[in-house]
């Protein structure tokens, strides 16, 4: 019965997102039915946990009924859209064929990965460091209360690390516990090999769009096999969740510059900003650098801009904004300051006297770079794509992507710089899970870089 | 050209994964961990990934503590993960500086002034309770 729930909350998650999807993009217009189904489930995930954030700030307990009321209410309106044919799906078909023998070897090594990942999430109950110390004793606190204590973020949540980390996940912990009726700590851990499977989806219909399926496969299967990116998909952390977010809001950025026509996409991509910023508060520095990526992008365009291109970039802050405003104001209201970085001071002004500190960071950076154990070859590989093909890597959407990481690295080492926290033990602890954030994107335009004739 | 690169790195890169899988699943000695966490039900599992001794202790102070006092380990390495597991297996107990209770992990011989003690599970496992009229603010 248990594990049934479980399913059904996984599903409840999936179908609530798939109608904001509807109505974010009509008919789910150019998205290929499983890809939509994959950005569903963290769509969902990221949405029902806001409404249980605003369940907290109007003094409402949680209940699985209520939760579910304002979804119900909003799938009968898409339900009579639907069937009056006035939004119909215009969903993305890609050819199919019979598979080949490398096909058929490619999709049994992502089965091996996947069901691994699942295998090693299930077969243990929640017990990494952060997972316990950090995500998984909050949502046992609001199962047990049956919604956020109202004294949690003054008072007990001083009580354990890193008060001020954002609650996506652990309040979608919560709903899993609330649909199960029980604190099992060791079903609940579904959640994150399905956000390693949507990932996956993800990737896989991002390059079908441009090359053939053996190609994309190709692509999926080494991201699915990258030893530090599988171990993840089952350790309870939320850099996957994270990646997840990061990596669709950047996609649909990259195709709403491509084709601005395609206003929808924006929207696609300014909420998954939002809730990576919801996910994790390295989320917020992937905003501001998907915000200063089209700042750019318009800049360097500015002749071919239109005013509605203008609003539609004034639009996707606000979308942004409207997301995380309720947290931040939650964080702002009761002081909750992150022990890593801190409060922003003079200190962080006077940035270039900390630059002795780029040594370390470096140092780390090739460790992570050159070293096999986590990434297999995949840097190494990049590097040597790069160099052999220096035009094509920033044609086209390689040069946004070549920008946006640019933005995000530069981020990451600014706060190693302003951190207090020493230096070589924060960057050793932490830059090789930061990878994970950006990886897809990375794969995603090593697959660009190595097409030989790229459509897009 | 691309395509030679491309053929190059994925047949380096599939016989390396195959490498990282027969690693991680015979040298690291996962097998041995997964025969044994298969055979448990979820209080195994959670007595497995804790460490059988602890959470034997975990078990036997939360059955003894009354709800919503407060306690503080000796033993446990502060901020260890041990400690991380133990603050969430207890909880709602919550771990504070100046406790109600003590708890006595691998500690032989530990006394506090001002405690008594509480209840005991063996002779380096026990509960320290607090004295009648000694402030927690000492």
Redesign the interface.
Known sequence: MELANLFLSVLFFTFVGANILYLMLPGWRGLACLEGIAISFGLGVGCVTLEMLSFHMLNLRFNIRDIALPWVILIAVNAILFFRKKKRMELLKLETKKFNLLEVVLSL?IL?EVSYAF?RAL???I?A?DA??IY??KS??FF?ARGIPHDFFTG?AN???HPDYPLNIPLAETFMYLFMGNL???LVKIIFPVYFVCILIVLYFAVRRFASRTYAL?FTF?LA?I?QFNAYAANAYLDLPFAFYAFTSALFLFWWLVDRKNAPFLIVSAVMAGLAGWTKNEGLMYCAAYIMLAVIFFIFNIRKISRKDLACLFLYIVIIAAILTPWLYIKSASHLVNTDVGKVDSKVLSIWKEAYKLKPIFYEFQKQLFG?KKW??LWI?LI??II??IKGAFRGIGKYIAISLALVVGGYVFIYMASPIDVTFFVKKTWSRFLLHFLPIVIYWLAL????DIKI | MKYKLLKIMFLVWVVLWIWFVVRDLFLKDNIDSYRVLLTRSLEGKRSYVTGDRLYEFLKFTAGKLPKEVFYNFIGLTPDSIENRRAVYYLYPLIEKEKPDYILVYDRPGFEEEGYALAAKMDESRYILKRKKGVSSWN
């Open positions: 090594g091996f295998f077969i243990k109950s017990e460091y316990v110390a998984a004793i046992k606190i047990l007990l009580n354990f690390p099992n700590d060791q190709i080494i096999t030893p096999p297999n070859i590989a040597l794509s052999f093909n870089i190595l097409k030989e």
